[in-house]
């Protein structure tokens, strides 16, 4: 049978069913390339389960669309929109929204959820290090969430792909990007109750393995079906440095959504990062 292009922009001969694979030795992967291996279909269809939209969406609040529409955006580009939850939200919210994505089985998975919720979602296959090449125009806003910024390895591709987003913006466009608090899980442990981002009930996610250059993820469903997702574990403090300096002015850092929190207390990290430059303006505590 001949495959029909995907309205996506994926083509639907990649999407087929396969396995995850690691070799012998999983600890051993530690490569930004790997991402798009890791999300293979069977995992996507069951991404949803993990974050449940309405149980998400109650969780964060406005606190996405409050942050762009205070400065003013119009614009946005959804850089790892995965299944789509934040694009559709912010669509639904008025927001002129591109959604980019480096796996083919989450841009089918989030134009469908887009097309299921009556929105055509405009989809992008890109990877974040040459993002400009594939994704054209000015945005005054591009987003990063759902702890996506950790498949980079090396500090080499977190530059680039910071750079790409910092020429990707206007010039007084914005940076949104979250993490998981790894500097608490490294130091202290795992002990989240995944209030804010990994809503489903059923679902459990939780390190398998962790040093100070991995973080490999179990995900276990109710079918008994496991998947793994092996990431870097950023540092706070690390991800604010390469911020300022690709050239991002103030940085903002706030934890499950609040500018005030205990160090080691939230499940995430949001770090809100200006463009604009004011040469008169002093930095400010939360500022790096």
């Known amino acids: 049978m001949r495959a029909r292009p995907s ?16 070799g012998d030795d999983p600890t051993q992967v530690r490569e930004t390339d790997k991402y798009t291996d890791e999300y293979v279909r069977g995992f996507v269809e069951k991404w949803d389960e993990l974050i449940d939209w309405d149980r998400r969406a109650k ?7 409050d942050a762009l529409r205070e400065r003013g955006v119009k614009r946005v580009l959804d850089i790892a929109t995965g299944t789509g939850f934040h694009s559709v939200r912010l669509i639904e919210a008025g927001f002129q929204v591109v959604s980019a994505d480096g796996s083919p089985y989450m841009l089918a998975k989030a134009f469908e959820n887009g097309r299921r919720r009556g929105h055509i979602i405009r989809t ?7 993002l400009n090449k594939s994704v054209h125009g000015r945005f005054d806003a591009v987003i990063c969430l759902g702890n996506s910024f950790t498949h980079l390895f090396n500090e080499r591709d977190r530059r680039k792909a910071l750079a790409e987003c910092y020429s990707a913006l206007k010039h007084d466009g914005i940076l949104i990007l979250d993490q998981r608090n790894y500097d608490s899980i490294l130091d202290q442990g795992f002990d989240s109750q995944h209030k804010y981002y990994y809503c489903g009930d059923e679902v459990v996610a939780e390190p398998e393995f962790m040093d100070e250059g991995l973080a490999r993820f179990r995900y276990s469903f109710p079918d008994g079906s496991e998947y793994h997702l092996n990431m870097f574990p950023l540092r706070k403090a690390y991800t604010r440095r ?10 903002t850092t706030y934890g499950d959504f609040k500018e005030t929190y205990k160090e080691h207390g939230p499940d995430f990290f949001v770090h809100i990062a200006e463009k604009s430059y ?8 939360n500022d790096g």
């Open 242 to 251: 390469l911020m300022r300096d690709v050239g991002f002015q103030r940085i």
């Open 278 to 285: 004011d040469s008169f303006e002093e930095p400010t505590e």
């Open 59 to 65: 969780s964060e609040g406005d606190f996405f669309i």
């Open 124 to 130: 992008v296959k890109a990877d974040w290090r040459w």
């Open 7 to 22: 309205h996506s922009g994926a083509d639907d001969t990649l999407l087929d069913y396969k396995p995850q694979e690691y």
